[in-house]
């Protein structure tokens, strides 16, 4: 099944449909107070990307382009996608939501990082996502996870 996945605007109908998610917090609370304070316009961008079932958003993720400058990852330095709140809400689990907005990240080129949690492990090696070496000093309490564009020239550590 083809899903539609759409760019997210920050307005209250979004921020509402917000708070079925379990990972609702500090980025979901700022957005609020940022909007009532008028610091934001209502439908302005928003990083998240999400599907809708009918009028309901059942799937969600925010994903950011980090530049190459900041890359502490794989040599030699590029622009990555850092996805996270990935979240598909229970009743809609395992029908392909969480899949198509990977496959939507991955279509834009680049490699992408993501953090797993505890169970959500097996999901992500059927991404084809993969572990970086640990490194304590900068991955300390994460678990990073990368995919790369097939071809991509890196130099894993
Ligand atoms: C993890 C999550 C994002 C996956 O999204 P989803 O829409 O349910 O998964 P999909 O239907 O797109 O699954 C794609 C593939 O991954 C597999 N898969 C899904 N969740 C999995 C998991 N937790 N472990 C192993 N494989 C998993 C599916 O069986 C499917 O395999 P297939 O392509 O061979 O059929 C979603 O289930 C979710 O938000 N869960 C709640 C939060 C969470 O992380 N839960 C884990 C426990 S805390």
Same mark, same amino acid.
């Given at each position: ?18 708070? $079925? ?38 799937? &969600? ?10 890359? $502490?990852?794989?040599?030699?330095? %590029? ?37 797993? &949690?505890?169970?959500? &492990? ?10 970086? %070496?640990?490194?304590?000093? &900068? ?19």
């Amino acid at each position: 099944m083809e899903y539609k996945v759409e760019k997210l605007r920050v307005n209250y109908k979004t921020l509402e449909e917000f708070k $079925r998610f379990k990972e609702y917090g500090l980025q979901e609370l700022s957005m609020v107070e940022d909007l009532e304070a008028n610091i934001i316009d209502n439908d302005s961008e928003s990083p998240f990307y999400g599907i809708y079932f009918g009028d309901t958003l059942v799937a &969600r993720m925010s994903l950011y382009r980090v530049e190459a400058k900041f890359n $502490r990852y794989f040599e030699p330095p %590029h622009d990555f996608l850092e996805l996270w709140k990935l979240e598909v809400l229970p009743d809609y689990q395992n029908k392909g939501y969480g899949k198509a907005l990977v496959n939507f990240a991955k279509e834009m080129g680049l490699p992408i990082k993501t953090n797993a &949690r505890m169970k959500s &492990r097996g999901f992500w090696d059927k991404m084809g996502f993969t572990s970086v %070496h640990y490194e304590m000093a &900068r991955d300390r309490g994460e678990n990073p996870l990368f995919w790369f564009p097939e071809g991509f020239p890196i130099e894993k550590d």
